[in-house]
């Protein structure tokens, strides 16, 4: 792997699981349990000018990567109750890097949006920990990828994608030894 391949994919690329047992299932309920405190223990003692400093060249910030956790696990919430309630909905893809330069990313502590994730996945978690194997097997519809996963490999991204932003994060502050 080239050195801008691992840094922008740390964790490696996410692979789509064939089948999901049940101690997979926990740890993937597990990552997305502890994102939010995980994200704010890694960016407690950074000031403003790490904050502002892209995780690999021509990266996002790491202000960025925090609105865009909310962001994106706002859109996740979203798009597991469309799944629970309809019909294997087909879901609306967004332009994740025009997000990241909205004002609201621009403009907002990302504490505002550490403690969204606290309130989010707290909600989240408590969906995810009481849904029945028939519900686990629901799906929805991705235009923009042409898949249609069940929730039990969305939980499996998911997962991947809090590990994979977290590790943006820490292996930036490791790098240069903040």
């Known amino acids: 792997m080239d050195d801008l391949e691992q840094l922008k994919y740390p964790i490696g690329r996410f692979t789509p699981p064939e089948n999901v047992s049940a101690a997979q299932l926990d740890k993937y309920i597990n990552d997305i349990r502890y ?28 202000n960025q ?19 629970l309630t309809e019909d294997s909905p087909t879901i609306k893809p967004y332009e994740e890097n025009l997000w ?13 949006s550490i403690t969204l994730l606290f309130a989010l996945h707290t909600r989240w978690v408590n ?7 028939e519900q686990w097997a629901r799906t929805y519809t991705h235009p923009a990828n042409k898949t ?31």
Request: hydrophobic content about 40%.
């Open 65 to 83: 990567v925090v609105h865009h956790l909310a962001d994106s696990h706002m859109n996740a919430l979203t798009r597991f109750k469309l799944a």
């Open 35 to 62: 994102l939010p405190t995980s994200v704010e223990l890694a960016v407690q003692k950074l000031d403003q000018h790490q904050l502002e400093t892209p995780y690999r060249p021509g990266g996002w910030t790491i």
């Open 100 to 112: 990241a330069e909205l004002p609201d990313v621009k403009n907002t502590p990302i504490n505002v």
């Open 148 to 178: 249609t996963p069940t929730l039990k490999v969305v939980a499996a991204n998911y997962s991947w994608h809090s590990r994979h932003h977290l590790a943006h994060i820490e292996n930036l502050i490791e790098r240069n030894n903040w």
């Open 127 to 133: 969906l995810l920990d009481n849904l029945t194997e």
